[in-house]
Antibody
Framework: EVQLVQSGAEVKKPGESLKISCKGS????????IGWVRQMPGKGLEWMGI????????RYSPSFQGQVTISADKSISTAYLQWSSLKASDTAMYYC????????????????WGRGTLVTVSS | DIQMTQSPSTLSASVGDRVTITCRAS??????LAWYQQKPGKAPKLLIY???SLESGVPSRFSGSGSGTEFTLTISSLQPDDFATYYC???????FGGGTKVEIK
């Protein structure tokens, strides 16, 4: 089955670090970009960044540049999103999504999504 | 930066209604637009890509149209399973619209 499996919910304190994961299976993980999307409570979707696991080429939304780090380990088909010092405002659901790109369909869109990882940051 | 504006933000409709959601880009994005459906507590689901191409497995009551700066998502006959929030996304820079919540009237 083609799927993205995300790590479980996290509860952290402000200032703590965190790394959440997204494991792909059922397809060639190194052939598709993986994106990360934030959804704050009761709010809309925000694109954070995207990584190509084949060579770890990474692009960030200007809104998230410097705030998070996206990485990947192609040997275990897993992408990561990490924070070095969490803030209460990082409380949100975080989704990973596979970026599907085909020349005829343009720059590509997110065709496969993980179920999300809920991150709660509270003192 | 290209801005994406969705309207309305909330829509009240009945089962069987024809529903139209609009997404406007601040500058031309050709046909590089996708539509997603999100139900409470669930991940988004791709419905439409390249403005009007129906993703495999998506019911044919969903359709998309438009190019350039104005796009629409239409549900021809609203079904109980369709009450959800819908997002457009321009995939040059992956920016999402603000979302449209389709509620039961």
């Amino acid at each position: 089955e083609v799927q993205l499996v995300q790590s479980g919910a996290e509860v952290k304190k402000p200032g703590e670090s965190l790394k959440i994961s997204c494991k792909g299976s059922g397809y060639s993980f190194t052939s598709y970009w993986i994106g990360w999307v934030r959804q704050m409570p009761g709010k809309g979707l925000e694109w954070m960044g995207i990584i190509y696991p084949g060579d770890s080429d990474t692009r960030y939304s200007p809104s998230f540049q410097g705030q998070v780090t996206i990485s990947a380990d192609k040997s275990i088909s897993t992408a990561y999103l990490q924070w070095s010092s969490l803030k209460a405002s990082d409380t949100a659901m975080y989704y990973c999504a596979r970026h599907y790109e085909r020349a005829a369909d343009g720059p590509g869109y997110f065709d496969l999504w993980g179920r999300g990882t809920l991150v709660t940051v509270s003192s | 930066d290209i801005q994406m504006t969705q309207s309305p933000s909330t829509l009240s409709a009945s089962v069987g209604d024809r529903v139209t959601i609009t997404c406007r880009a601040s500058q031309s994005i050709s046909s590089w637009l996708a539509w997603y459906q999100q139900k409470p507590g669930k991940a988004p689901k791709l419905l439409i890509y390249k403005a009007s191409s129906l993703e495999s497995g998506v019911p044919s009551r969903f359709s998309g149209s438009g190019s350039g700066t104005e796009f629409t998502l239409t549900i021809s006959s609203l079904q109980p399973d369709d009450f959800a929030t819908y997002y457009c996304q321009q995939y040059n820079s992956y920016l999402f619209g603000g979302g449209t919540k389709v509620e039961i009237k």
